[in-house]
């Protein structure tokens, strides 16, 4: 949602409150998202692969999730509500820098086009690990389901889309410390508090109940591992 806040003649500033944007359950999946990512960066390398494979899955369960809470959760999770078409990021890009872009009280088309590509880089990452192997001691639940050709196609995958997600995520810290520095607009604190400084005509998010978001976390965390454990 954008809340065009122009210039007062009068030199006045618009009359702000704060209000709730990021419900529960979104955030607590965004930080849950950041500790597996740590976890499984640092299990990878380290060659703790057994763990490895078990906390892909779990990030599989979000990613699912995720897409689920897009067009369940509340006003500013969903994805019709911050992703754009590319005409508008590009446009809200080349105004990145005046005070013409507006404020946003959920996610920017930028922020939103970062969202999606961190899902699918993590579904590309996470879903690439179930089919690798290290030629060594470990093989992914679903190696042997898959040629080795195939095998070996997904494993350069797997190594190679770490980097690029790597490379997301560097890029989205980078964007954080622009808005807060250059901005003055605080994106990290509201992801803890769910609760941001927006413009007084502002919605504030409603809806996102953690029970319901309980539940689909539940219905997703077992298709994904009960529906590896009945395919290997």
Known sequence: ?????????????????????????????????????????????TGKLELHMTLGQAVL?????????????????????????????????????????GQHVGHNPAGGYAV??????????????????????T???????????????????HRRTIWILLGVIGLHLLANVFYLV?????LISPMVTGRKLAPAAADAGRGGHPLLALVILAVCAAIVFGGIALVK
């Open 1 to 45: 949602m954008t809340i065009e806040t122009p210039g007062i003649a009068s030199g006045s500033a618009p009359v702000q409150a704060r209000i709730t944007v990021w419900d529960l359950p979104t955030r607590l999946f965004h930080w849950a998202l950041v500790l597996l990512v740590i976890a499984m960066v640092w299990t990878g390398w």
């Open 182 to 186: 250059v901005k003055k607009n605080d």
């Open 116 to 137: 999606l590509a961190m899902l699918v880089l993590l579904a590309v990452q996470a879903g690439s690990g179930l089919f690798t192997s290290d030629d060594i001691f």
């Open 139 to 157: 093989d992914g639940p679903l190696f042997s389901k898959v040629s080795s050709a195939t095998g070996s196609l997904l494993s350069t995958v």
């Open 61 to 101: 369960s979000l990613v699912l999730f995720r897409l689920v809470w897009g067009f369940t959760g509340n006003r500013y999770a969903r994805f019709t509500e911050f992703v754009t078409g590319p005409i508008s990021c590009l446009r809200y890009l080349g105004s990145l820098f005046s005070s013409s872009s």
